[in-house]
């Protein structure tokens, strides 16, 4: 409780806290619809694709700014999603195939670009390495206000599209035959999935970002089979996730947040898969115990409904 207390008091745990939380809440709202549609590897191909849009942004401006980040990481996904497009349009190789191939040759082209900011002359470059893996301690009152943006228009464009994201995600073809502006509104939701990576780069890293937006959804499958619900508890997983990171760096000095607050993800995801109310391993093994002691009971009477007819017949 006392570690609970000092966290809150001190003002750069609560800027760290308060960009924890937006990301996982932003990354567990929008990842829902990445998961619904089986695009779970997209973000993490945006995610190491947005690498070397962070160091072409560096490199042109010579400030470490998440803004500029943000755009130099939206252009490099788009051409990634465009990449993604192209091949599985002129060829024969799966989105899957195709995303792999992406992934891999734009984080090459990120680390190449990186060792030559390292070895250069480019001032200022000093923790630039820290968006491979995260560094939540460096974020500063700015970086958040950006977060809280970024975090409020992609829940309000859910909210006032969730009817669209919701049939895009179940069923494209019809909402392509009712007049949906199928392509657009896909292209709109992986600029929403973009943005939420590139603005949980910094704390978690462009290794795993991609958690932050699979798994607090896919934890949320596991207690409900409704969209709104499974949004709202999805949000609800990352945000959490967020929390549990950050205190538990606060508490010890040589964690890291990022980290941190994916391995509390997962450990979310455990509890759903071992305690979902339908669809958890305990939950399945309990149904199979009462299946298994109706057929038992319907087994054992039986003999005695057969041996009350033939007693019936004899009469």
């Keep these: 409780m006392d570690s609970i207390l000092s966290m809150l008091k001190d003002p750069n745990t609560q800027w760290i806290l308060l960009g924890c939380m937006l990301l996982g809440l932003c990354s567990g709202v929008i990842g829902c619809f990445a998961y619904l549609r089986k695009q779970s ?59 792999g191939i992406v992934l891999s040759g734009f984080f090459g082209l990120g680390i190449v670009l990186l060792t030559q900011i390292q070895h250069g002359d480019y001032g200022n470059q000093s923790g630039l390495d820290k968006f491979l893996f995260g560094q939540a301690a460096s974020m500063i009152g700015s970086d958040v206000t950006t977060m809280l943006i970024v975090c409020s228009v992609i829940i309000a464009a859910c909210t006032l599209l969730f009817k669209e994201f919701k049939l895009l995600s179940f069923d494209p073809g019809f909402a392509r035959g009712i007049g949906y502006p199928v392509v657009l509104l896909e292209q709109l939701m992986m600029f929403f999935i973009v943005v939420s990576v590139v603005v949980g780069i910094q704390a978690v890293g462009v290794v795993l970002v991609a958690a ?74 309990l149904t199979r115990i009462r299946a298994k002691r109706q057929l038992e009971q319907h087994t054992a009477q039986q003999p005695v409904q057969e041996l009350a007819k033939e007693g019936g017949r004899s009469l």
């Design 41 to 99: 590897l997209m973000g993490d191909t945006l995610a190491h694709a947005a690498l070397p849009g962070i160091c072409i942004a560096f490199m042109l401006t010579g400030i470490k700014s998440i803004l500029l980040f943000l755009i130099g990481a939206g252009i490099a996904g788009l051409v990634a999603t465009l990449g993604i497009g192209f091949i599985t349009r002129n060829s024969r190789i799966k989105p899957d195939a195709a995303m």
């Design 212 to 285: 932050l937006l699979i798994t607090p959804a896919v934890s949320a499958r596991y207690w409900t089979d409704r969209l709104g619900a499974m949004v709202m508890l999805s949000g609800l997983f990352g945000a959490l996730s967020g929390v549990v990171g950050t205190w538990l760096s606060s508490t010890t000095a040589s964690l890291p947040t990022g980290p941190l607050s994916v391995l509390a993800s997962t450990l979310l995801f455990l509890f759903s898969l071992l305690l979902g109310p339908r669809r958890g391993l305990l939950a399945k093994q």
